[in-house]
């Protein structure tokens, strides 16, 4: 399956972003969170990422953009993410954030659906 790859914005800096939907969680880069208050996790785990394991010990709220269109999320940073196609990944957008903001992939085209992250109207609770 092709890869998709955008630039986007985290922070107000510009990154690389694999949008991946067989990563659970958002991974951002160390160096675009060094503001940003990050939470210890209750108890640690592990996570095979690119052919390594990382221990998960901290979580952050950031704040992005992808063509112009804002969103928040919770992730995880981490020192070094690698490369995908060619490109020194700054960041992994995995399928927690992608649920969230309704960001669905077309592998055919190499594109984002963009329409939940541009309608910005969420159901939560509907009293019946």
Not at 15 to 25: K, V
Not at 55 to 62: A, F, L, S
Not at 106 to 125: A, H, Q
Request: charged share 35%; with cysteine.
């Amino acid at each position: 399956m092709p890869r998709i790859i955008k630039e986007i914005e985290i922070e107000g800096k510009s990154a690389i972003a694999l949008f991946d939907t067989g990563a659970y969680h958002t991974y951002i880069r160390n160096e675009f969170v060094t503001d940003i208050p990050q939470r210890e996790v209750p108890e640690p785990y592990k996570v095979a990422l690119g052919g390594n394991v990382i221990e998960v010990k901290r979580v952050c709220v950031i704040n992005g953009r992808i063509e112009g269109y804002g969103f928040d999320t919770k992730s995880v940073p981490i020192e070094k993410i690698g490369k995908a196609d060619g490109y020194e990944l700054d960041a992994i957008i995995g399928a927690l954030t992608m649920e969230e903001w309704e960001i669905k992939l077309d592998p055919k085209s190499k594109t984002l659906d963009l329409t939940g992250l541009k309608v910005r109207e969420f159901t939560d609770y509907e009293e019946k």
